[in-house]
Protein backbone atom coordinates (compact mmCIF):
# COMPACT_ATOMS: atom_id res chain seq x y z
CA UNK A 1 0.00 0.00 0.00
CA UNK A 2 0.71 3.43 0.05
CA UNK A 3 0.07 5.25 2.72
CA UNK A 4 -0.46 8.49 3.41
CA UNK A 5 -0.20 9.13 7.19
CA UNK A 6 -2.09 12.23 9.03
CA UNK A 7 -0.50 13.53 12.25
CA UNK A 8 -0.55 16.90 14.32
CA UNK A 9 1.46 16.41 16.95
CA UNK A 10 4.12 14.35 18.47
CA UNK A 11 4.30 11.98 15.70
CA UNK A 12 5.12 8.42 17.79
CA UNK A 13 2.58 6.29 16.06
CA UNK A 14 4.10 7.69 12.61
CA UNK A 15 7.55 6.54 13.95
CA UNK A 16 6.38 3.25 14.62
CA UNK A 17 5.02 2.39 11.13
CA UNK A 18 8.32 4.09 10.02
CA UNK A 19 10.21 1.83 11.74
CA UNK A 20 8.14 -1.14 11.06
CA UNK A 21 8.65 -0.62 7.49
CA UNK A 22 12.32 -0.16 7.76
CA UNK A 23 12.43 -3.37 9.74
CA UNK A 24 10.57 -4.88 6.73
CA UNK A 25 7.92 -6.51 8.75
CA UNK A 26 5.50 -4.01 6.70
CA UNK A 27 5.87 -4.12 2.62
CA UNK A 28 3.85 -0.72 2.17
CA UNK A 29 5.50 2.55 1.55
CA UNK A 30 4.79 5.81 3.96
CA UNK A 31 5.12 8.47 0.82
CA UNK A 32 3.17 11.30 2.08
CA UNK A 33 2.80 13.07 5.90
CA UNK A 34 -0.47 15.41 6.10
CA UNK A 35 -0.18 18.39 8.70
CA UNK A 36 -2.20 20.76 10.20
CA UNK A 37 1.05 21.92 12.11
CA UNK A 38 4.26 22.65 10.27
CA UNK A 39 6.09 22.99 13.82
CA UNK A 40 4.96 19.49 15.13
CA UNK A 41 7.19 16.94 15.94
CA UNK A 42 5.61 14.26 13.13
CA UNK A 43 6.72 16.51 10.43
CA UNK A 44 10.51 17.19 11.75
CA UNK A 45 10.58 12.86 11.47
CA UNK A 46 8.70 13.13 7.84
CA UNK A 47 11.65 15.62 6.98
CA UNK A 48 14.43 13.40 9.02
CA UNK A 49 12.97 10.57 7.04
CA UNK A 50 12.85 12.02 3.70
CA UNK A 51 9.56 11.77 3.54
CA UNK A 52 7.32 14.11 1.40
CA UNK A 53 5.04 16.37 3.58
CA UNK A 54 2.11 18.84 2.97
CA UNK A 55 0.99 21.16 5.50
CA UNK A 56 -2.92 22.05 5.46
CA UNK A 57 -2.67 24.63 7.79
CA UNK A 58 -5.10 25.79 10.62
CA UNK A 59 -5.81 28.97 8.71
CA UNK A 60 -6.93 27.62 5.61
CA UNK A 61 -9.69 25.09 7.77
CA UNK A 62 -10.87 28.34 9.13
CA UNK A 63 -11.20 30.38 5.57
CA UNK A 64 -11.86 28.17 3.21
CA UNK A 65 -15.29 26.39 2.78
CA UNK A 66 -15.20 22.14 3.49
CA UNK A 67 -15.67 21.49 -0.13
CA UNK A 68 -12.52 23.43 -1.37
CA UNK A 69 -10.70 21.99 1.57
CA UNK A 70 -11.92 18.47 0.23
CA UNK A 71 -10.53 19.23 -3.09
CA UNK A 72 -7.17 20.08 -1.63
CA UNK A 73 -6.92 17.18 0.32
CA UNK A 74 -7.83 14.99 -2.53
CA UNK A 75 -5.78 16.73 -5.14
CA UNK A 76 -2.47 16.07 -3.03
CA UNK A 77 -3.40 12.50 -2.39
CA UNK A 78 -3.90 11.82 -5.88
CA UNK A 79 -0.70 13.61 -6.16
CA UNK A 80 1.20 11.46 -4.47
CA UNK A 81 -1.05 7.95 -5.46
CA UNK A 82 -1.67 7.13 -1.86
CA UNK A 83 -4.38 4.86 -1.35
CA UNK A 84 -4.76 4.24 2.07
CA UNK A 85 -5.06 7.15 5.18
CA UNK A 86 -3.69 6.15 8.51
CA UNK A 87 -4.35 8.85 11.14
CA UNK A 88 -1.67 9.00 13.86
CA UNK A 89 -3.27 11.67 16.04
CA UNK A 90 -4.76 14.11 13.48
CA UNK A 91 -6.57 16.80 15.29
CA UNK A 92 -8.70 18.23 12.59
CA UNK A 93 -11.63 16.92 10.90
CA UNK A 94 -11.27 15.04 7.68
CA UNK A 95 -13.48 16.15 5.51
CA UNK A 96 -16.62 13.97 4.12
CA UNK A 97 -15.15 14.05 0.47
CA UNK A 98 -12.20 12.11 1.70
CA UNK A 99 -13.81 9.98 3.84
CA UNK A 100 -16.72 9.24 0.98
CA UNK A 101 -13.48 8.20 -1.26
CA UNK A 102 -11.26 6.74 1.07
CA UNK A 103 -13.90 4.39 2.40
CA UNK A 104 -12.60 1.09 4.59
CA UNK A 105 -9.50 2.56 3.69
CA UNK A 106 -9.00 4.91 6.36
CA UNK A 107 -8.31 3.74 10.07
CA UNK A 108 -7.82 5.67 13.43
CA UNK A 109 -6.04 4.80 16.64
CA UNK A 110 -7.94 6.10 19.55
CA UNK A 111 -6.31 5.72 23.19
CA UNK A 112 -9.35 4.18 25.11
CA UNK A 113 -12.00 1.56 24.39
CA UNK A 114 -14.56 3.34 22.19
CA UNK A 115 -17.63 4.00 22.20
CA UNK A 116 -16.36 4.93 25.69
CA UNK A 117 -14.41 7.93 26.34
CA UNK A 118 -14.44 9.41 22.73
CA UNK A 119 -15.92 12.35 20.80
CA UNK A 120 -15.41 15.79 20.70
CA UNK A 121 -12.42 16.98 22.92
CA UNK A 122 -11.47 13.43 23.55
CA UNK A 123 -8.07 13.26 21.92
CA UNK A 124 -4.48 12.60 23.60
CA UNK A 125 -3.86 13.08 27.84
CA UNK A 126 -7.71 14.55 27.85
CA UNK A 127 -8.94 10.99 27.33
CA UNK A 128 -6.64 9.54 29.73
CA UNK A 129 -7.52 12.17 32.39
CA UNK A 130 -11.18 11.09 31.52
CA UNK A 131 -10.62 7.30 32.22
CA UNK A 132 -8.73 8.07 35.48
CA UNK A 133 -11.65 9.92 36.72
CA UNK A 134 -14.11 7.68 35.75
CA UNK A 135 -12.49 5.17 37.69
CA UNK A 136 -12.81 2.50 35.42
CA UNK A 137 -10.26 -0.32 35.82
CA UNK A 138 -9.54 -1.01 32.57
CA UNK A 139 -8.58 1.07 29.27
CA UNK A 140 -6.75 0.04 25.72
CA UNK A 141 -7.08 1.29 22.57
CA UNK A 142 -8.95 1.07 19.18
CA UNK A 143 -8.88 1.05 16.10
CA UNK A 144 -11.74 1.98 13.76
CA UNK A 145 -12.33 2.50 9.99
CA UNK A 146 -12.95 6.71 9.84
CA UNK A 147 -16.37 7.71 8.92
CA UNK A 148 -18.74 11.09 8.81
CA UNK A 149 -18.66 10.44 12.48
CA UNK A 150 -15.70 11.31 14.97
CA UNK A 151 -14.58 7.99 16.66
CA UNK A 152 -17.74 6.46 15.57
CA UNK A 153 -16.34 4.16 12.57
CA UNK A 154 -16.33 0.83 12.67
CA UNK A 155 -14.20 -1.10 15.09
CA UNK A 156 -11.54 -3.55 13.66
CA UNK A 157 -9.43 -4.28 16.71
CA UNK A 158 -8.62 -3.65 20.37
CA UNK A 159 -6.69 -4.06 23.07
CA UNK A 160 -6.85 -3.34 26.70
CA UNK A 161 -4.94 -2.71 29.71
CA UNK A 162 -5.55 -2.41 33.34
CA UNK A 163 -6.16 0.64 34.93
CA UNK A 164 -4.44 0.44 38.68
CA UNK A 165 -4.16 2.98 41.55
CA UNK A 166 -1.17 3.30 40.97
CA UNK A 167 -2.07 4.76 37.46
CA UNK A 168 -2.24 8.74 36.97
CA UNK A 169 -2.91 9.92 33.13
CA UNK A 170 0.41 10.30 32.64
CA UNK A 171 1.43 6.54 33.35
CA UNK A 172 -1.98 5.41 32.04
CA UNK A 173 -0.70 7.37 28.30
CA UNK A 174 2.70 5.41 28.66
CA UNK A 175 0.55 2.01 29.06
CA UNK A 176 -1.37 2.83 26.03
CA UNK A 177 1.13 4.10 23.63
CA UNK A 178 3.18 0.57 24.43
CA UNK A 179 0.12 -1.18 22.98
CA UNK A 180 -0.63 1.22 19.77
CA UNK A 181 3.00 1.09 18.72
CA UNK A 182 2.81 -2.75 18.89
CA UNK A 183 -0.60 -3.33 17.23
CA UNK A 184 -0.68 -0.22 14.93
CA UNK A 185 1.99 -1.89 12.53
CA UNK A 186 0.19 -5.28 13.26
CA UNK A 187 -3.34 -3.55 11.94
CA UNK A 188 -1.86 -2.05 9.18
CA UNK A 189 0.33 -5.70 8.33
CA UNK A 190 -3.63 -7.24 8.35
CA UNK A 191 -4.39 -4.73 5.59
CA UNK A 192 -1.67 -5.89 3.50
CA UNK A 193 -2.12 -9.43 3.97
CA UNK A 194 -5.97 -9.31 3.18
CA UNK A 195 -7.12 -10.22 6.65
CA UNK A 196 -9.37 -7.91 7.57
CA UNK A 197 -13.13 -8.55 6.03
CA UNK A 198 -15.82 -6.05 6.28
CA UNK A 199 -19.35 -7.51 6.08
CA UNK A 200 -22.31 -5.40 6.68
CA UNK A 201 -21.70 -3.28 9.73
CA UNK A 202 -18.99 -5.80 11.55
CA UNK A 203 -15.31 -6.01 10.52
CA UNK A 204 -13.37 -9.32 11.36
CA UNK A 205 -9.69 -9.98 11.59
CA UNK A 206 -8.36 -13.12 10.72
C1 LIG B 1 -2.24 8.79 20.28
O1 LIG B 1 -2.29 8.35 21.60
C2 LIG B 1 -3.56 8.56 19.59
O2 LIG B 1 -4.23 7.43 20.06
C3 LIG B 1 -4.30 9.82 19.96
O3 LIG B 1 -3.35 10.83 19.85
C4 LIG B 1 -2.07 10.32 20.22
C5 LIG B 1 -1.06 10.75 19.20
O4 LIG B 1 0.22 10.44 19.65
N1 LIG B 1 -5.43 10.03 19.13
C6 LIG B 1 -6.58 10.52 19.59
O5 LIG B 1 -6.74 10.87 20.74
C7 LIG B 1 -7.69 10.59 18.56
N2 LIG B 1 -8.93 10.88 19.17
P1 LIG B 1 1.46 10.46 18.68
O6 LIG B 1 1.46 11.82 17.99
O7 LIG B 1 2.63 10.33 19.59
O8 LIG B 1 1.33 9.31 17.72
Redesign the pocket.
Known sequence: MKICVF?S??????KAIIDSIKKGYLRSKINLLISNNPNCN?VKIAASHGINFEIISNQLYKTIPQKELARIFLKILKKHKSDFIVL??FMKFIPVEVVNKFRNKII????ALLPLFGGKG???IN?HRAVIKSGVKVSG?TIHFVNEIY?EGRIIFQKCCNVTSNDDEFTLQKK??KL?HKYYPDIIKKFEDRKIKVREDKVWVS
Do not use: K, L, R, S
Not at 9 to 14: A, C, L, P
Not at 108 to 111: E, K, Q
Open positions: AGTGTNFAAGNIHPMFGVIDIQE
